[in-house]
């Protein structure tokens, strides 16, 4: 018996030593987010250990483990009709709100998840929740795709995905069919889902032979450059749930299907070092020290080396490529974007990304609403259901909708 309860009183000791990690006081919930860390981390480790052994590559089993506990088929309520389709062969979630009786047509949203280009889906749980929830609450049709993730496809195919889809979409015997306003259209993502959106704006921006525009653009804890993960928000979240600076590196690489050997040269900034010319023009776009307030900057310093490794962009060139990094892009390509909606986290790695897209944009004449939120992490938007509810959570959705609602 006495063996038994000292057993016990060692594995709850290591469980809680795996869980707790120190969270700054102003977030959402920290126990529950320790909680929710420790799950996806667990994961993670399944899924190395399986790609270690040569069993599977780690992103389609920790995919595989994602959609196994939360994936959830296309069902319709009362208030929303939801239908599984495809736009010219991309696969894409429906769901349709009611009309109001004033309103014969309907606005809507274009909706791309996160998940750093190779997790999730739009048939998970919180995806699901979360366009249901829109289009109920702004009577609206929402289209959430279902793009193709890595390892099975690279960049650029995520944007050409979204883009084919939203353009079928776009056709007006479509937009008939789903009783949508032309002129009431937005496109909206989160993390990786705000880069492919923001992209996705950029590219429809220069694209002439379009009739139909967007009106709006909402984009939530986008990641929108991989040339400086040294940004204040990155050097303060090094290691903060549920994406610290490293894993947000290998998304990265994975996603230009890259060396891992450049991962620790990255995190330094070796491949934006002084001595790369191919990176030179680009800095300027970025430059925090001009771009961030004071309050953000603080006492925090550039990370800019002298010398670095200059294999990296020639091998992965994509990482100067706008369409990849909507960040870096031309100040001409930014002047006509639609009103645009910026949701950023304090406890996130990307929280500068969208900080500094805001006040380009600003400086292009787009009117920007940067929607900030203290106690927020990176993702807590789509976790507002139970057991993995947070109170920031429910607070940036009610945002967000709210924002959609006064201006689509």
Same mark, same amino acid.
């Given at each position: 018996?006495?063996?038994?309860?000292?057993?016990?009183?060692?594995?709850?000791?290591?469980?809680?030593?795996?869980?707790?990690?120190?969270?700054?006081?102003?977030?959402?919930?920290?126990?529950?987010?320790?909680?929710?860390?420790?799950?996806?981390?667990?994961?993670?480790?399944?899924?190395?250990?399986?790609?270690?052994?040569?069993? !599977?590559?780690?992103?389609?089993?920790?995919?595989?483990?994602?959609?196994?506990?939360?994936?959830?088929?296309?069902?319709?309520?009362?208030?929303?009709?939801?239908?599984? $389709?495809?736009?010219?062969?991309?696969?894409?979630?429906?769901?349709?709100?009611?009309?109001?009786?004033?309103?014969?047509?309907?606005? !809507?949203?274009?909706?791309?998840? #996160?998940? @750093?280009?190779?997790?999730?889906?739009?048939?998970?749980?919180?995806?699901?929740?979360?366009?249901?929830?829109?289009?109920?609450?702004?009577?609206?049709?929402?289209?959430?795709?279902?793009?193709?993730?890595?390892?099975?496809?690279?960049?650029?195919?995520?944007?050409?995905?979204?883009?084919?889809?939203?353009?079928?979409?776009?056709?007006?015997?479509?937009?008939?069919?789903?009783?949508?306003?032309? @002129?009431?259209?937005?496109?909206?993502?989160?993390?990786? #889902? #705000?880069?492919?959106?923001?992209?996705?704006?950029?590219?429809?921006?220069?694209?002439?032979?379009?009739?139909?525009?967007?009106?709006?653009?909402?984009?939530?804890?986008?990641?929108?450059?991989?040339?400086?993960?040294?940004?204040?928000?990155?050097?303060?979240?090094? &290691?903060?749930?549920?994406?610290?600076?490293?894993?947000?590196?290998?998304?990265?690489?994975?996603?230009?299907?890259?060396?891992?050997?450049?991962?620790?040269?990255?995190?330094? &900034?070796?491949?934006?070092?002084?001595?790369?010319?191919?990176?030179?023009?680009?800095?300027?776009?970025?430059?925090?020290?001009?771009?961030?307030?004071?309050?953000?900057?603080? &006492?925090?310093?550039?990370?800019?080396?002298?010398?670095?490794?200059?294999?990296?962009?020639?091998?992965?060139?994509?990482?100067?490529?706008?369409?990849?990094?909507?960040?870096?892009?031309?100040?001409?390509?930014?002047?006509?974007?639609?009103?645009?909606?910026?949701?950023?986290?304090? %406890?996130?790695?990307?929280?500068?990304?969208?900080?500094?897209?805001?006040?380009?944009?600003?400086?292009? #004449?787009?009117?920007?609403?940067?929607?900030?939120?203290?106690?927020? *992490? %990176?993702?807590?938007?789509? *976790?507002?259901?139970?057991? $993995?509810?947070?109170?920031?959570?429910?607070?940036?959705?009610?945002?967000?909708?709210?924002?959609?609602?006064?201006?689509?």
């Amino acid at each position: 018996m006495r063996s038994s309860c000292v057993l016990l009183t060692a594995l709850v000791a290591l469980a809680a030593y795996y869980i707790y990690i120190p969270l700054p006081s102003s977030v959402s919930d920290p126990w529950k987010l320790m909680l929710l860390d420790a799950t996806f981390r667990s994961a993670q480790q399944v899924s190395n250990l399986i790609h270690y052994l040569g069993l !599977s590559h780690h992103l389609l089993v920790l995919n595989f483990i994602i959609i196994s506990f939360g994936k959830k088929s296309a069902w319709s309520s009362a208030q929303v009709k939801v239908t599984d $389709t495809d736009f010219d062969g991309v696969e894409v979630r429906v769901f349709e709100g009611s009309a109001k009786p004033e309103e014969p047509l309907k606005r !809507s949203v274009v909706y791309i998840h #996160g998940g @750093g280009w190779a997790l999730a889906s739009a048939k998970i749980r919180y995806y699901d929740e979360l366009c249901k929830a829109m289009a109920e609450e702004l009577n609206a049709v929402i289209v959430s795709i279902e793009y193709r993730l890595v390892p099975k496809v690279y960049f650029p195919e995520q944007i050409h995905d979204v883009i084919r889809a939203t353009k079928y979409f776009l056709q007006p015997e479509v937009l008939h069919k789903y009783s949508v306003d032309p @002129g009431r259209i937005g496109v909206s993502g989160d993390s990786a #889902g #705000g880069n492919l959106a923001a992209a996705l704006g950029q590219q429809f921006n220069q694209d002439a032979n379009l009739k139909n525009k967007l009106k709006v653009q909402a984009l939530i804890y986008p990641v929108l450059q991989a040339l400086d993960f040294n940004t204040p928000s990155y050097q303060q979240n090094v &290691n903060t749930p549920i994406l610290p600076r490293y894993v947000m590196v290998k998304y990265w690489v994975d996603y230009f299907h890259g060396n891992y050997d450049f991962v620790q040269a990255m995190v330094v &900034n070796n491949h934006t070092s002084l001595d790369v010319e191919e990176a030179a023009a680009l800095r300027a776009h970025l430059n925090w020290t001009s771009l961030l307030p004071a309050s953000i900057t603080k &006492n925090y310093k550039p990370v800019m080396q002298t010398t670095g490794n200059t294999r990296i962009v020639q091998e992965i060139p994509q990482l100067l490529d706008a369409r990849s990094a909507p960040l870096i892009a031309d100040q001409k390509v930014l002047r006509h974007l639609p009103k645009t909606y910026i949701l950023t986290c304090e %406890h996130d790695v990307l929280r500068d990304d969208g900080i500094m897209y805001a006040k380009r944009l600003e400086s292009a #004449g787009v009117e920007v609403t940067l929607d900030h939120f203290e106690d927020g *992490f %990176h993702g807590c938007m789509i *976790f507002t259901s139970w057991p $993995t509810n947070f109170s920031v959570g429910i607070r940036t959705r009610n945002s967000y909708i709210k924002w959609l609602d006064q201006n689509l």
